[in-house]
Every structure is written in structure tokens, then in C-alpha cells.
């Protein structure tokens, strides 16, 4: 039974590398991954006790997970799936008065990566019973606790078998209630098993003697797995055996090694031991798939030794089913077969080593070949000689995962359990897939297959043999060929290096990577050239080793950070940030914190001015602005004095632009988290920026705001506008200069004042009143007008009974912008006219109104709680103001009456004549326009003497 979970595809951009075919979603293509299991099937054998399967009900309904560890002479496989077979009647029972309940089970393909499980769980919708067997912490990235909280939330359900203790798990007594440890010793009930090997002994040609008690063979072999290989046993036998003889073979069905010994070298036939090792080097396939696979072992060497092997079928299959179960998988016509004992697939190598040798040898080349024939496209439409679709049973469908992927994970096994026993003899052959990479044709799927095999043996302790085969790799010159194909062969090979010493690393628990293997991937990093590397690097490795070694990787890390790599440079960066913000939020905040600490402070002594307008980026603003956009991305109050101290000490334009743009960014999506600091950080930050700047952080402060003040953040939108108004006020300045400069003081003001605007709500007016009371900044003043205009303009009646107390605090420049703001609506209550209150010269008669000018001045309105006097003296030329007269206008519908000295209490009426010509000045600047709507009611007027 293999441990190996090999991926060797990735998915980049909806497409399975390595597979022919495009996915729409990474994470709605575990469908391959997670095939739908008969419950039924697995529910007619023998079972736990019924205690144990209440007890474990009762820690998956409550925990959504269960993880059966324990002795790993039990097969906890088949009792995973039993116990998947327990629940869902239970579910069924519980919520059977629910017509539309429904629990469907899942089990995962060990040939495929477990990416994103928890996101699997999220997605999906139909109440599931996922079952996980011979799974390691790393398949996981030794994270249980995000697993958990998915199944919980999604309603799901997590069965988990596993042969690593739990310490290797990193679980304690007080942490993993959901851990379940099976011992041999009552795991079945006595009675159950007895029943069982009565059944089973019933297929013998001959009895048990009396004097042996079918109940204490029972108790003896104390679990079925064990009742079926005693049974096994006996039937070798063509004649009945003594009391002590049974003995023997209780004993020897209790140790798998030797039973697997006698099986294969005593039971089986030559040509059956030939099936037997090509069932070995295939273990996890489908049945059509392994008939397959084997044929093609056959066609190119084994047919020497038993021609008949090139015409295997199903029925073939049936003598081996003791070791190589057949596993039912639902709505599939095929099984897929499985090795039953733990580490059978090495133990049978070992077995069959001194006397087919030759025979695996061989194989190997075939293994090559067929795992790069896999990657291929338009494979699964071979055929052989007699039609039999060969390609389609071995390769499956253009994007089907399910034969590809465990055709790969298999032969991954079979090489590195090979080089376990002798690592020369699969060197060459790890050497070919590694230099693998055809024109048009993804190298991942070759590379990895190598990469698994080697990386298994650090896990299983063999560090030294893993690093001299790497060495072997690494030195390898390729004498003979061609330079610059030379090169593309060390290029392939050494990302399968790299790939090599990182699922390496990942069998290494978190924060403890080996010795060396830093060292080794910045060697690797050293040749600037190798595209192929730094693609491993983005795609794969710094996905798989973040996680789990993120502080010891900090070199490497700052190594890819600082080196220019050309286009791929921005893709790493983009890359090692994205992982170090899900480190930060899961459970390593610490670590990322600490890391970019350490780069910040490395960056520090450099003394740098910068002279130029465009100064060079170097290795070391590379680096300080991944710290900067990791800080970005964290948001957490904790960063913000770090962002303080870039833009207090760094003068690298890009860095001091970058850290704005995160300055910004940040303080918009995490307002809520930072709203208790700004009030303090914010006006210590302007004074550290320049005009620019302040503009920038100032316009997003505005917007920032405006959102959460109506976002139910009101009260403490105010109560930080607030603080800074009274900062603002604390600092007593002058102005004696007819320009003065915007000071950071100043500019936080117009923030404040900006963000009133937006407001627009009463309860700024008083705010809004102070500042036009006491504040002689010409630029705050008149940013405060254009608030109070706009406010006027967009809502007048809000503020019309404020209107007068505001207007006495303003000076006749504000007045008269303010006067023009105010609506026609508002002086037509009064029965005035808009455009009599607007400074304006009309021009009566045919008369040269150069020469003999002739003025209309509305003086003072009638409307005593304003009082404006509105001159327009800006049109009286020196050399005519002595010829000219000043008008003063009553006027009724249709009339406009005109009078050098007009009687206020008599007022003389003119009918207006056609042919004269009216016109008016409007506000400055604007031209002249046309008188169209009439006078409404009447407009006294004092007499003006002096025109000015």
C-alpha cells in the first residue's frame, strides 16, 4: 500500500497543466479528485463493536471530524469506510422526517495534490461525507483547524485515516478531541468474528479437527483482514492440517512481511509472479487500466519470460484479491485495485529483488515512457493492433484526471520504493524524467513524477541518499551534446532539483527544515537564467513551503525579492506577498511581522539621495517595496507606525509613492480596524509629507469618509473631524504674507472642511461657523465658502435658519459669492426679483452708452435682515463717471419706470416701448444676458450720488 501522494499538474488559470484540457475552476474540478463511494458496499462485511462506532458518531457530529489513527496492523482504510457507511445511516435516521435531507460520500484519490480542501468543503452545496485515507499532516499543510471550521460551516462531514501517530500531527492531549486511536485488542466483537471465519472456512475442501475451537482462532486473529489471510493460508493446503500446524499459520497471517513472503514465492506460479510485480507497479489504478499497463510492460520485454502475459483480462485478477483488493467506485463500471498491507509495494520488491531483478529492471524504461506519453495530447485515441482502445483505458478522456494522475502517483512509488533497495539502478532513469521538456508540451507532469520519488525518501529518513542523488543530478554535464541544448537539459534539471527539495521540505514538520536545503534552492537561484526555476518557484514551491517554513526561508525569499529576474520578477513578488498575507492569517503573524522587520532594518542604513528625477530602482527599493505592499495587504494597526517610519526616513520617490498608495488603500478597506488611531496618526503623517502627497492621502480621506459616515459610522466620522478641528485651532498662526504657504496644518484643516461638504448634514454647521469665525487661512476660508455655497446650491432650507448668524462672519468678497448661491426661490418669498439683487448696468435708449452713459444701480434691497449693498464699480470708467447717472429702478409687470430723482413715495411709471434696448451685466466674467423675466412688486431704493 503506497504513501506517496504525488501531484505532478497544477492549474494556472483554469487550465490542468499536463491534462489537454481547460477547467473553468480550480475548485470545482475536484470532482477527479473525490470519486463517489458505495456505501453499501462497504456496509455488508464485518464492523467495529457498535460502542466504538456510537463513540465515533458522537465525535464527528460534534467535532464535523474525525481522524482514526492507532495501530497500523488495522486496516483502517475498510474501516473508514465502514464507519462512512455507519454515519450516513445515522443521518438518514435523524433527519428522516426531512424530506429533501440528502448525504451523499465522497472518498479522495491519493494520486491527486489536496489543494484548498477547506475551499472544497465551502463549495460544495449537497451534504457530504468525505472520507481521506493513509493521509499525512503535510497533504494538509498540518492545518486541521481551518478543515474543521469548513466541514462545520458547509454541514459536511471529515473522515480522516491516517498511520502517522499523532504528535506527528502536532495534536496534544488537550487539542484534537476529534482523534480517534484504534487498537486491535476489542476493536470486533468476539462473536462477530467467529461468525466470520465460519463463513469463510466454508470455501475449504477440508475441516478444522474437532479439538480446534473456531472461536479461539477467532480471538487469535482478533480482525477480519487477519480471518482472510489465515483462510488464504489454509487453502494452499490440498491436505487437512494438525493442531500445531495452524498454529503456525495464525501466527504467520498476524505478520504481514512473511505472509506476503510465502504468498509470492510459494503460492504463485511464474507467470502469475510477473502479474503480481506488474500489479505492484500499478498499485491504485483501475483494473482496465492496470491490464493495460501491464500489456505494455509485456509487449516490450516481460513477453520473452511468459508470452501469454500479453493477453491478461479480468478473470486474471481473481487469484490476487487477498493482496490486491478490488475497490468499488459508484456510478463506474471499474474497480480500481489496491495493495492491502502497509508498505506492501517495498516489501514485495525486496521479495521478488533477488530473483526478478532483471525483470524490474526492464520496467523501468517502460515507466518512463509512459509517464511521458501521459502529458501528451491525442494519446487517449491509440488503439492497438486488434482495435481495443488502449489509449482511452490507460490515459482515460482529454482532461480526465482520474487515470492520468494515479498512472503517475504509481510509478512515482514504484521508483522511489525501487531506489530504496538500490539507488543506482533508477539514477538514469530519474535522470530522463528530469531532463524532460518537449517542444509544446508542459515538463511539470515528467519532472514531479522524479521529484516525488526522490523527496519520499527523505521522508522515510533516508536524507543521505536523497542529497547524493541530487548531487548526481545537479553535476551531471551532459558531455557530448550540443551547447545550447546542453543547456536546456541543466535547466530541466535542476527545476526538478528544486521541485525535489521541496515536497522534501514539506514532509519536514512546520519550522524545522532540514539542514541544507535553503542552501540548495539559493544555489539554484543563482543562475538568473534559468526561467524554469524561477516559473517552479511562482507556481509550485513557495505555494507548498511558506506555509510550513516560512521563517527559515527568509533568505530565499529576500533572494527572490532582490534579484531582477526580468519579466517574472513582478509575478515572484506578487507571489511571496499573496503567501505571506495568508501566513499572517493563519496563525503566523509573528513570523511575517518579524521577517519584514528584518527587511525593513536592512534597508535602513543605506544613505541615499536622490538627485535625479527618475532615480534607478535597486535591490534595495525592490525590497523595502514588497515590505511596503506586504503591509498593504496585512492591514493591521500594528503596521502603521512602520508605514509612519517609511514616509518619515525614505526619500526613494517609488517607495514614498507605493507607500501612499497602501496608506490609502489601507485606511479605506480597514477603516473599522483603524479607526481609534487616526485621530493621532493622521496629523503626524502630513507633516511628513509633501504638498502632493498630503493632496493625495487628503482626497481619500474625504471619500473614505463620506462612505462611513453613511454607513453607520457617524458618530465616530465626527468625533475624528472633531479632533483635528481642535488641533488645528491649538496651533495660533499669523499671516502677514499676501500668499501664504499650505502647511500640513493647513491642509488638514481643508480635509476637515472637505469632508463637511460631503457631510452635508446640521450637525457640521457649528463646526463649519467656527471656522469661518476664527480661521485667516485665505485657502481654508475659501475652501470653507465653496462648502457653504455647495450647501446652499444642494440644500438651502437645511441651513436657511443659520444662514444670517454664518453670513455676518464673512468679508464682502465671501459675501458676494455667497449672495450669488442663494436660490431665486428663496428671494421671491420675500417678492423680490433674482436678478435685482445681482450686480447689473442696463443700458437705456439708443444713447452711445460710452459717452452718455446711463446707470441702473439697485442699491440696498428690501429685505432688512441681509442689508447688501451691491455697487458695480468696476464699469465706471474715470473720464464718463462726472457724464453718467445713476438710475434707480421701480418696477411693476410691463413697466419700467425711470426717474433722475425718483420720489420714493410717488414713484413715476414708463411704459417699456419696443425697440429699446435692455440688457444686463451678470457676475463677473460671465457677459451680458438678457433681461427675459419681468420685475415682480416693487424695489425701494436710496439714491446713490457719487457712482462708484
Request: aromatic share 10%.
Amino acid at each position: 500500500m503506497h504513501n506517496s501522494n504525488v501531484s505532478v499538474e497544477k492549474n494556472v488559470g483554469g487550465i490542468v497543466v499536463g491534462d489537454n484540457t481547460h477547467v473553468t475552476n480550480n475548485i470545482n474540478k475536484y470532482d477527479q479528485d473525490f470519486l463517489e463511494i458505495p456505501l453499501e458496499k462497504y456496509g455488508l462485511g464485518i464492523s467495529p463493536s457498535q460502542q466504538l462506532i456510537d463513540e465515533m458518531i458522537n465525535i464527528i457530529c460534534h467535532h464535523r471530524m474525525l481522524i482514526l489513527g492507532g495501530s497500523n496492523d488495522i486496516d483502517k482504510v475498510g474501516i473508514a469506510r465502514n464507519f462512512a457507511w455507519h454515519l450516513s445511516n445515522h443521518l438518514q435516521k435523524e433527519y428522516s422526517s426531512s424530506d429533501s435531507f440528502e448525504v451523499e460520500a465522497k472518498e479522495w484519490q491519493r494520486g491527486s495534490e489536496l489543494l484548498n480542501f477547506d475551499q472544497i468543503l465551502e463549495q460544495t452545496e449537497t451534504r457530504t461525507i468525505f472520507v481521506l485515507t493513509q493521509v499525512v499532516p503535510q497533504d494538509i499543510d498540518y492545518d486541521l483547524s481551518l478543515i474543521q471550521k469548513a466541514a462545520a460551516d458547509s454541514n459536511h462531514y471529515v473522515i480522516f485515516a491516517t498511520d502517522e501517530p499523532r504528535a506527528v500531527w502536532g495534536l496534544t492531549d488537550t487539542i484534537g478531541d476529534f482523534w480517534k486511536d484504534l487498537e486491535v485488542d476489542g476493536l470486533y466483537k468476539k462473536d462477530d468474528l467467529s461468525k466470520e471465519l465460519k463463513d469463510q472456512l466454508k470455501q475449504l475442501p477440508w475441516s478444522l479437527p474437532d479439538k480446534i475451537s473456531i472461536e479461539s482462532i477467532a480471538e487469535k486473529l482478533k480482525t477480519p483482514d487477519k480471518i482472510y489471510k489465515f483462510v488464504e493460508l489454509l487453502s494452499t493446503e490440498k491436505e487437512p492440517l494438525n493442531p500445531e500446524e495452524i498454529d503456525q499459520l495464525i501466527n504467520l497471517a498476524q505478520d504481514n512481511k512473511k505472509i506476503l513472503e510465502r504468498w509470492f514465492n510459494n503460492v504463485l506460479q511464474p507467470r502469475e509472479k510477473l502479474i503480481a510485480l506488474g500489479l505492484n507497479f500499478f498499485d491504485g489504478l483501475f483494473e482496465d487500466q492496470c491490464l493495460v499497463a501491464i500489456g505494455q510492460l509485456a509487449d516490450h520485454e516481460w513477453y520473452r519470460r511468459d508470452s501469454s502475459l500479453c493477453a491478461l483480462d479480468h478473470c486474471d485478477l481473481q487469484p490476487f484479491h487477498n493482496f490486491f483488493r478490488p475497490v468499488e467506485v459508484k456510478n463506474d463500471r471499474q474497480k480500481r485495485i489496491e495493495s492491502w498491507l502497509p508498505e506492501q509495494r517495498l516489501e514485495l520488491f525486496k521479495i521478488a529483488w533477488n530473483t526478478y531483478r532483471q525483470r524490474i529492471y526492464a520496467a523501468l524504461p517502460v515507466l518512463v515512457k509512459l509517464v511521458k506519453t501521459s502529458v501528451k495530447r491525442g494519446v487517449s485515441r491509440k488503439k492497438d493492433t486488434s482495435g481495443i482502445p488502449v489509449g482511452q483505458q490507460l490515459y482515460g478522456s482529454l482532461g480526465e484526471k482520474t487515470r492520468r494522475y494515479p498512472l503517475r502517483t504509481a510509478i512515482s512509488g514504484a521508483i522511489s520504493d525501487i531506489g530504496l533497495i538500490d539507488t543506482d539502478v533508477v539514477k538514469e532513469t530519474l535522470l530522463r524524467l528530469a531532463t524532460y521538456g518537449e517542444e509544446g508540451v508542459t515538463a511539470l507532469g515528467v519532472q514531479a513524477v522524479a521529484a516525488r520519488a526522490m523527496a519520499r525518501w527523505h521522508k522515510l529518513e533516508q536524507k543521505e541518499q536523497l542529497l547524493q542523488t541530487i548531487r548526481y543530478l545537479y553535476q551531471e554535464n551532459f558531455s557530448g551534446i550540443e551547447e545550447n541544448k546542453k543547456n536546456k537539459l541543466k535547466q530541466n534539471v535542476r527545476a526538478t532539483i528544486a521541485l525535489t527539495i521541496s515536497y522534501a521540505a514539506k514532509s519536514d514538520p512546520p519550522g524545522k527544515l532540514t539542514e541544507g536545503f535553503q542552501e540548495w534552492l539559493i544555489k539554484l537561484l543563482s543562475d538568473n537564467h534559468n526561467s524554469l526555476v524561477l516559473e517552479r518557484f511562482r507556481d509550485q514551491i513557495l505555494r507548498m513551503l511558506i506555509p510550513q517554513h516560512l521563517f527559515q526561508l527568509q533568505e530565499v525569499l529576500c533572494t527572490l525579492v532582490q534579484r531582477e529576474y526580468g519579466k517574472i520578477s513582478e509575478d515572484l513578488t506578487e507571489k511571496i506577498i499573496s503567501e505571506f498575507k495568508s501566513a499572517y492569517y493563519n496563525n503566523h503573524a509573528y513570523e511575517v511581522l518579524d521577517i519584514l522587520e528584518q527587511w525593513h532594518t536592512k534597508c535602513e542604513p543605506s544613505e541615499i539621495q536622490y538627485f535625479v528625477e527618475e532615480p534607478q530602482i535597486t535591490s534595495r527599493e525592490r525590497l523595502l517595496i514588497t515590505v511596503v505592499k506586504t503591509y498593504g495587504e496585512i492591514q493591521d494597526k500594528k503596521v502603521l507606525k512602520q508605514l509612519y517610519r517609511i514616509l518619515t526616513i525614505e526619500e526613494h520617490p517609488d517607495v514614498r509613492e507605493e507607500a501612499i498608495e497602501v496608506l490609502c488603500q489601507w485606511i479605506e478597506e480597514a477603516f473599522q480596524k483603524i479607526i481609534s488611531v487616526l485621530p493621532n496618526f493622521l496629523p503626524s503623517l502630513f507633516e511628513e509629507l509633501d504638498k502632493y502627497e498630503q493632496l493625495r492621502v487628503s482626497e481619500e480621506i474625504i471619500n473614505i469618509f463620506d462612505s462611513a459616515y453613511h454607513t453607520n459610522h457617524a458618530a465616530e466620522v465626527l468625533d475624528i473631524l472633531e479632533q483635528w478641528h481642535t488641533k488645528c485651532e491649538q496651533c495660533e498662526i499669523e499671516y502677514p504674507v499676501e500668499e501664504p504657504q499650505i502647511t500640513s496644518r493647513n491642509q488638514l484643516l481643508i480635509t476637515v472642511v472637505k469632508t463637511y461638504g460631503e457631510i452635508l448634514d446640521e450637525k457640521v454647521i457649528d463646526p463649519l461657523y467656527r471656522i469661518l469665525t476664527i480661521e485667516e487661512h485665505p485657502d481654508v476660508r475659501e475652501k470653507a465658502i465653496k462648502v457653504l455655497c455647495q450647501w446652499i446650491e444642494e440644500d438651502f432650507q437645511q441651513i436657511k435658519h443659520f444662514f444670517p448668524n454664518l453670513f455676518k462672519k464673512l468679508n464682502k468678497y465671501e459675501k458676494s459669492q455667497v449672495f450669488e448661491a442663494l436660490p431665486e426661490s428663496y428671494w421671491e418669498e420675500e417678492g423680490l426679483s433674482v436678478w435685482t439683487l445681482q450686480r447689473f448696468v442696463i443700458q437705456l435708449g439708443n444713447r452711445n452708452w460710452k459717452n452718455n452713459p446711463m446707470y441702473l444701480i439697485v442699491i440696498l434691497t428690501a429685505v432688512s435682515v441681509i442689508g447688501i449693498l451691491l455697487v458695480v464699480s468696476s464699469i465706471f470708467f474715470t473720464s464718463n463717471k462726472q457724464q453718467g447717472k445713476c438710475k434707480v429702478v421701480h418696477g411693476t409687470k410691463n413697466h419700467l419706470p425711470v426717474r433722475d430723482y425718483p420720489d420714493l413715495n410717488h414713484p413715476q411709471k414708463e411704459q417699456f416701448k419696443n425697440g429699446q434696448q435692455v440688457t444686463a451685466i451678470g457676475k463677473p466674467n460671465s457677459g451680458f444676458y438678457e433681461i427675459t423675466a419681468p420685475i415682480k412688486g416693487w424695489v425701494a431704493a436710496n439714491y446713490l450720488k457719487e457712482c462708484q
